[in-house]
Antibody, heavy 123, light 109 residues
């Protein structure tokens, strides 16, 4: 069964740091492009960023609100995706989902989603 | 532009057909994908590409596109289709980013 399981969420003070993990199973993780998507309470989905597979360069892209503060990485030996979040702001409060990324010539989609982990930034 | 625009809310009578739309410049170059999200649950992919359904998605869900507008059509809406629906595509500005629409709350009456 293809599965993504996020962990690492919690309560953190503004300015603090947190690292989220996403454990993948049921597919060849090393070949997958992966994204993080977040959803603030009562709001819509927001793309956070993505990492390509190492064979495709392993490069990362980030949404403007998190660029310079968040870092996405992967450990293919552990089938795990990470999101390092620094300098956290109250507006980063959200449920964070990891997803698989399929980026084709004329279309893009997120095939598999985890159940999410909740991050609350509050003093 | 990197934005995708959706109507905030749409309603449909049980068993009738409903179309949910998504507008944006990026849709002139890329097909939208569509996600269904029920309260307290993660989103689920329902349509991708020109009109492709993942395994397990009922065939009452279909997708189409014209110009800068993508549409998700539910033919014969069921009570369990009541949910939030989001469109998504690659940003066409060349920055390799991804964009989501603001979401449409579908109510089945």
């Amino acid at each position: 069964e293809v599965q993504l399981v996020e962990s690492g969420g919690g309560l953190v003070k503004p300015g603090g740091s947190l690292r989220l993990s996403c454990a993948a199973s049921g597919f060849t993780f090393s070949n997958a492009w992966m994204s993080w998507v977040r959803q603030a309470p009562g709001k819509g989905l927001e793309w956070v960023g993505r990492i390509k597979s190492k064979t495709d360069g392993g490069t990362t892209d980030y949404a403007a609100p998190v660029k310079g503060r968040f870092t996405i990485s992967r450990d293919d030996s552990k089938n795990t995706l990470y999101l390092q979040m620094n300098s956290l702001k109250t507006e980063d409060t959200a449920v964070y989902y990891c997803t698989t990324d399929l980026d084709e010539i004329y279309y893009y989609y997120m095939d598999v989603w985890g159940k999410g982990t909740t991050v609350t930034v509050s003093s | 532009s990197s934005e995708l625009t959706q109507d905030p809310a749409v309603s449909v009578a049980l068993g009738q057909t409903v179309r949910i739309t998504c507008q944006g410049d990026s849709l002139r170059s890329y097909y939208a994908s569509w996600y269904q999200q029920k309260p307290g649950q993660a989103p689920v992919l329902v349509i991708y590409g020109k009109n492709n359904r993942p395994s397990g998605i009922p065939d009452r869900f279909s997708g189409s596109s014209s110009g800068n507008t993508a549409s998700l059509t539910i033919t014969g809406a069921q009570a369990e289709d009541e949910a939030d629906y989001y469109c998504n595509s690659r940003d066409s500005s060349g920055n390799h980013h991804v964009v989501f629409g603001g979401g449409t709350k579908l109510t089945v009456l």
